[in-house]
């Protein structure tokens, strides 16, 4: 049984993808984000990355509306975000990792050195972007460092992800 204090935190989390703050998330929102990602690093939408990263919001949208989107209506309201995904996602955070990898691998590439890695301050934009704090961001993009070299991978950042939408300790 998931707790409504487990509830009520994974609802904070559903701001993230509401990126217009409409109250439900949709294509449009996936779309806002890379489309702020693009502009963020200066990238065309019609070059490769671009091109990756709208494939990839658009993998993650299908993903998450489709364990989400319980009446079908193309929107994930908040309580389908508390009662669809997390419920569903609450014991398989990996599954959520596969939702979210194509997207967050294209956003990665975005700032990525030719060794596939971010450093951290840019990893912290990119969490900017997708509207976190700045503060938050910092610390986040820091901690994801697990191995202290000053750049994030995407075997960092996924899991990490996964776990933040997830498990709300």
Do not use: C
Request: charged share 30%; proline share 3%.
């Amino acid at each position: 049984m998931v707790s409504t204090e487990y509830e009520r935190r994974i609802a904070a989390r559903f701001a993230t993808f509401d990126q217009d703050g409409n109250g439900w998330i949709d294509r449009e929102d996936f779309n806002a984000a890379a489309k702020a990602l693009l502009a963020e690093f200066g990238t065309a939408a019609r070059s490769t990355k671009g091109q990756a990263l709208y494939a990839g919001a658009e993998a993650f949208w299908q993903g998450m509306a489709g364990i989400a989107d319980r009446d079908g209506d193309q929107r994930i309201t908040r309580e389908e975000f508390v009662n669809g995904a997390v419920k569903r996602l609450h014991d398989n955070p990996e599954r959520f990792a596969e939702i979210a990898r194509p997207f967050l691998h294209a956003a990665l590439d975005l700032a990525a050195a030719p060794d596939g890695t971010a450093t951290v301050e840019d990893t912290a934009r990119v969490l900017r972007v997708l509207g976190v704090h700045e503060d938050i961001a910092r610390t986040a993009a820091g901690a994801l460092d697990t191995d202290g070299d000053g750049r994030v991978g995407e075997a960092e950042i996924v899991p990490a992800v996964a776990r933040y939408f997830t498990v709300p300790e």
